[in-house]
């Protein structure tokens, strides 16, 4: 109660949605509860695991009430694939790899490269080794909520605007 009675004091500020970190560490359920209790418009959850079963159960838990890191995509399709020069694995289920591909989640995926926790830990499995602007590309080109990482839009700027503005322009 005391977290639903918060996230309607943020709403009150002005605060539209919210990111919910380490969500693997507790149920969607939850989640699903305070987005309804606070109105929320819009939140993500930080599901740190790469199995698209697991994303997408998230997803179900918290009532279809909140979109979730596309954690498939960013190890199948970018780690494992795209830095290894291995474009099959961005086609995935036909319509692009992780919840992208699937019409039923599409919408619930948020789509990305790296963030704090991948790019800037120790293990060099969870960062993205390849070229960001093509990465960046694919994010800005198919379904899904993209999120470009703080370093990526500094590095490659110009470019991401202008995939912005196609992607946009596109109604996508």
């Given at each position: 109660?005391?977290?639903k009675a918060y996230?309607?004091?943020l709403?009150?500020?002005g605060?539209k949605g919210?990111?919910?970190?380490?969500?693997?560490?507790?149920?969607?359920?939850y989640?699903?509860?305070?987005n309804s209790?606070?109105?929320?418009?819009f939140?993500v959850g930080?599901?740190?695991?790469g199995?698209y079963?697991?994303?997408t159960?998230w997803?179900?838990?918290t009532g279809?009430?909140?979109?979730?890191?596309?954690?498939?995509?960013k190890?199948?399709?970018?780690?494992?694939?795209l830095?290894a020069?291995n474009?099959?694995?961005l086609?995935?289920?036909?319509?692009g790899?992780?919840m992208?591909g699937?019409?039923?989640?599409?919408?619930?995926?948020?789509t990305?490269?790296?963030?704090?926790?991948?790019?800037?830990?120790?293990?060099?499995?969870q960062q993205?080794?390849g070229?960001w602007?093509?990465?960046?590309?694919?994010i800005?080109a198919?379904?899904?909520?993209?999120?470009?990482y703080w370093?990526?839009?500094n590095?490659?700027k110009?470019?991401?605007k202008?995939?912005?503005a196609?992607?946009k322009a596109?109604?996508?």
């Amino acid at each position: 109660d005391m977290i639903k009675a918060y996230l309607k004091w943020l709403k009150d500020l002005g605060y539209k949605g919210w990111r919910y970190d380490v969500a693997k560490g507790f149920s969607g359920s939850y989640v699903g509860e305070y987005n309804s209790a606070a109105n929320a418009s819009f939140s993500v959850g930080e599901y740190m695991d790469g199995d698209y079963n697991k994303l997408t159960g998230w997803v179900e838990t918290t009532g279809k009430k909140s979109t979730v890191f596309d954690f498939c995509l960013k190890y199948s399709g970018f780690n494992n694939g795209l830095a290894a020069g291995n474009y099959q694995a961005l086609a995935g289920y036909g319509g692009g790899c992780g919840m992208i591909g699937d019409s039923k989640y599409k919408q619930y995926a948020v789509t990305f490269i790296d963030n704090h926790d991948t790019f800037e830990r120790d293990d060099p499995k969870q960062q993205f080794k390849g070229d960001w602007e093509q990465a960046n590309a694919y994010i800005l080109a198919m379904p899904g909520i993209p999120c470009v990482y703080w370093p990526h839009w500094n590095k490659c700027k110009t470019a991401i605007k202008s995939m912005a503005a196609a992607r946009k322009a596109c109604g996508i």
